[in-house]
């Protein structure tokens, strides 16, 4: 994909400096989303005994002080990951109006203060000696993050080049797995995960945040958005000159026109419609149990938590396994962003989901026997790493793209908000147990895991068509053809009559 796209380098498509500078800009947004869920998982245990410490300075001069008691601390710390898929989730639902009011590059400019404060209250909660500033930081760095997250793919997509923008998308997701396997790193007790730095560890994040800032007002608004929101022609123009290189522009302009009257030929679909009209409720259906898929796999279970886990295995130096698991999602980003153009969406998830469901089942039996057979922790840790590589061909990044292509232009927005609101609920519910049940469970708990991947291999192989290659004429045949349950339930109803066959009725 890499070289189809700079097999162009010399064509009609120029890279200029002002497209590389705008890219490079609005990727920051995704280094810091991958920072912040990577940087929670190797201070755990030190981040953990300040809260302890601070537990106990606060009861000074009221008796004897007391050390703090395990449920807290396991309830303070789940908390303090989980919260950031809270803050996520509320603000992904700004997103649209925030991209809308304010434009794309204003928006990434403004949103810059949540990460600012996010990183400035967890930066001073050990000096503050206050867990609650530290749990009030991670839910404003995760709104930034929901924010973020769906504005840099908007924005790059947007200024690129069409027969770059492939390409140039994936930027993002490398920039976001980078991001974990930085925040890992910077972890180290070497570097930053220490007693003195983790509170270094979690502000760095504002470091990007105010380079973003002050890049983002040498680049230009994204073209599309000036023309087909604002209607701004002329500043449109500009833009495009900037980006391209070129004065003439007519060519782009030309497909912008045509974007906007398809766009116009297409109402937005409201949440309520989506859900209401028949033939938008089984692809639904299939967006949010995709996205589940994603988040209860256990993947953010190992990002999050993985230390410890490593931890309460007894293997040493866990913090260098964690760093591995960073390598290998890395690695497996870039061979996914190959295998997603080559091969298709179904086959890619189930082949993922079957993969790390193996994985998952290879670790809960390494871990039950590590007791007897200490050589076991090899087998898990690859085990673990499998996890995470067959994460990435399937799970990871399929769910996004079958969203996209189940929708056609109309309703896509807003089908993409509600899967991203099914995503940071079931982020936030795996972030915020996880935990408890290891507590309860012990080593069984990835067999949890490995079930429910069972559970949703059967509801792809039997609900989830291919949408690779396939107009939205030909996806919605498919339903059409394979009537599920959920239309079963209308047929019981009665109402068949109006859904069946004209959607247009409803
Ligand atoms: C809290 O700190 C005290 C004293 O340093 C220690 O004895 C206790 O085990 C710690 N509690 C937890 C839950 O880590």
């Known amino acids: 994909m890499m070289s189809d796209g700079f097999q162009h380098l010399g064509g009609a498509e120029r890279v200029t400096c002002t497209l590389i500078l705008s890219v490079f800009t609005a990727v920051l947004g995704s280094l810091q989303f991958g920072y912040n869920i990577g940087v929670i998982n190797a201070p755990q245990k030190i981040i953990e005994q300040s809260y302890n410490e601070t537990w106990i300075k606060r009861q000074a001069g009221v008796g004897e002080p007391l050390p703090i008691d395990q449920a807290t601390l396991t309830t303070l710390w789940s908390l303090s990951v989980a919260i950031f898929s809270i803050g996520g989730m509320v603000s992904s639902f700004l997103l649209g109006t925030l991209a809308e009011w304010l434009g794309r590059k204003k928006a990434m400019l403004v949103n810059n203060l949540l990460a600012v404060i996010g990183g400035i209250l967890m930066g001073l909660s050990q000096y503050c000696q206050s867990y609650e500033m530290l749990i009030l930081g991670r839910f404003v760095i995760g709104a930034y993050c929901g924010i973020s997250s769906g504005l840099v793919p908007m924005y790059v997509g947007e200024i690129s ?163 591995g698991v960073g390598i290998v999602n890395t690695a497996f980003t870039v061979v996914s962003l190959f295998l997603v153009e080559r091969m298709g969406r179904r086959t890619l998830h189930l082949l993922g989901l079957a993969g790390m469901s193996g994985c998952a089942f290879t670790m809960t039996i390494s871990l039950a026997l590590l007791e007897k057979l200490p050589w076991m922790s090899y087998i898990s840790t690859v085990a673990i790493f499998g996890f995470v590589a067959f994460f990435e061909v399937g799970p990871g990044p399929i769910p996004w793209f079958i969203v996209a292509e189940l929708f056609s232009q109309g309703p896509r927005p807003t089908a993409m908000t509600i899967a991203g609101f099914a995503n940071w609920t079931s982020n936030f519910i795996v972030a915020m147990t996880f935990q408890y049940i290891v507590e309860l469970c012990g080593p069984f708990v990835f067999l949890i895991f490995a079930l429910l991947l069972i559970g949703f291999f059967g509801f792809t192989y039997f609900m989830v068509p291919e949408t690779r290659g396939k107009t939205f004429e030909q996806i919605a045949a498919t339903f059409r053809r394979n009537p599920s349950f959920l239309d079963w339930e209308f047929k019981q109803n009665g109402t068949e009559l109006e859904y069946l066959d004209d959607d247009s009725t409803v």
């Open 161 to 323: 080049p069409t027969r770059l923008r492939g390409t140039l998308g994936t930027l993002h997701q490398l920039a976001i797995v980078s991001g974990i396997l930085v925040a890992q790193i910077f972890g180290l007790d070497v570097i930053m995960g220490t007693n003195e730095l983790w509170p270094l560890l979690l502000a760095v994040t504002v470091f990007p945040a105010v380079l973003q800032a002050t890049l983002l007002p040498l680049c230009p608004e994204s073209p599309r958005y000036l023309y087909i929101i604002r209607k701004e022609e002329g500043k449109a123009k500009h833009c495009l000159r900037m980006l391209t290189g070129r004065w003439d522009v007519t060519k782009s302009l030309m497909e912008m026109k045509e974007e906007k009257r398809k766009m116009d030929m297409e109402p937005k679909v409201t949440i309520a419609q989506l859900f209401k009209m028949a033939s938008y409720r089984q692809p639904i259906f299939i967006a949010i149990v995709l996205q589940l898929s994603q988040q209860l796999s256990g993947i953010n279970a190992v990002f999050y938590y993985s230390t410890s886990i490593f931890i309460g295995m007894g293997i040493q130096q866990p913090v260098y396994i964690t760093i």
